[in-house]
């Protein structure tokens, strides 16, 4: 996505960056302002970072700000690459991962799309409220699939078409403004399939959801 077209990259980053770390806060204004539920992204934050082995590597993508960087811990011995398209997600999520003493991050720009990794890198694959942001959803799965090593675990949150009235108003007026629709589920799903991710988990199936599933081996 180019950095004009992401909101996040803008004034609106400033303020998430602010509400994204204060958990009720968020999920007071995700109600009200999308009528969805967010505590699956904190629920999911917290069980994955704290599930992580010694000496795995781990790639967070779109990685944004650094959210996911609250439940890591400085001594956590895990190789950890945040990477993001935009210069000032990145640099929001160095000055996070400093505050945090977060020495195992590594910042690399890349996109979602056509990530700079090889395959079967990762052990573990996180992408936070990034999917519903891109042209190409079901594209960007199968990059992060690749990316996994057999076996390899995938977690993420996203927007799914399905939702409220007013999440589907608020997503028809970005579209007209040249952003990306959220994937449809029965699209995510199969996409999740096609990538080889077994047991592919998709809940709920509407509004906000927490996808992820382990590679085939």
């Excluded at 004009?4 to 007071?28: H, K, S, T, V």
């Amino acid at each position: 996505m180019p950095e004009a077209l992401n909101q996040c990259a803008g004034p609106f980053g400033a303020a998430y960056d602010f509400y994204i770390e204060r958990p009720r806060l968020m999920q007071a204004l995700g109600r009200l302002l999308w009528g969805v539920d967010l505590s699956w992204l904190y629920a999911s934050i917290d069980a994955t970072m704290a599930g992580l082995e010694d000496g795995a590597t781990v790639i967070d993508s779109p990685c944004g700000g650094g959210v996911a960087f609250r439940a890591l811990r400085a001594d956590q011995g895990v190789r950890y690459i945040a990477a993001d398209l935009s210069p000032k997600m990145l640099a929001r999520a160095a000055r996070r991962a400093q505050a945090r003493s977060l020495a195992q991050v590594e910042l690399v720009e890349a996109d979602m799309l056509a990530l700079p990794f090889a395959d079967g890198q990762a052990d573990v694959f996180i992408s936070y409220s990034g999917l519903h942001m891109v042209e190409e959803p079901r594209r960007a799965v199968l990059e992060v699939a690749r990316c996994l090593k057999p076996g390899g675990r995938l977690v993420g949150t996203t927007f799914l078409r399905e939702g409220s009235r007013r999440q589907r108003a608020l997503f028809g007026i970005g579209h007209r403004q040249g952003h990306a629709l959220p994937p449809r589920a029965a699209d995510l799903q199969g996409w999740l399939e096609e990538a080889g991710i077994e047991r592919a988990e998709l809940r709920p199936r509407s509004g906000f959801a927490l996808f992820g599933g382990r590679k085939r081996g």
